[in-house]
């Protein structure tokens, strides 16, 4: 294994990456904790189970809690206020998770055709995952 070459200072795409990761981290528990939160406060913690709150927390999609013993799904928690929390919650996750990829492919894929193919091969997963959450999140 090579060492990297020491990236040029300034707005570069790494230290704009580099920055995303920290904040998309920052932001996915700040969601997870309002999610939470929500959930509690809509009636989780009597009609809940703790596996149920858990999906609601990291991916509040209504199908969640079609189960669970609360009364009326579709007034408090199917609307798009948590659609719109889906969508950042998925993108946040899913940017930090394939950059991370991206990362590990710069570190142990060498300069050669297979580390523009790889790169090329994440983007396109990145956005196929991008698309299906959204179909399922707009489609629930």
């Known amino acids: 294994m090579r060492s990297r070459n020491i990236p040029p200072r300034g707005w570069t795409f790494e230290y704009l ?3 995303f ?33 858990m999906r609601w927390t990291f991916f509040p999609n209504p199908n969640h809690v079609m189960e669970s013993d609360i009364p009326d799904i579709t007034q408090g928690w199917s609307n798009a206020f948590w659609q719109i929390m889906q969508m950042l919650l998925v993108f946040f996750a899913v940017t930090h998770g394939f950059n991370g990829l991206r990362v590990v492919i710069e570190d142990y894929i060498d300069h050669s055709l297979l580390r523009p193919m790889l790169r090329g091969v994440i ?18």
């Open 21 to 53: 990761t920290r904040l998309s981290g920052l932001t996915m528990l700040l969601l997870a904790a309002l999610g939470m939160t929500a959930a509690f406060i809509m009636g989780a913690r009597t009609q809940m189970d703790l596996p149920t709150l």
């Open 17 to 19: 990456m580099w920055i």
């Open 123 to 140: 983007f396109l997963l990145w956005l196929f995952s991008i698309a299906v959450a959204i179909y399922v999140i707009l489609a629930s």
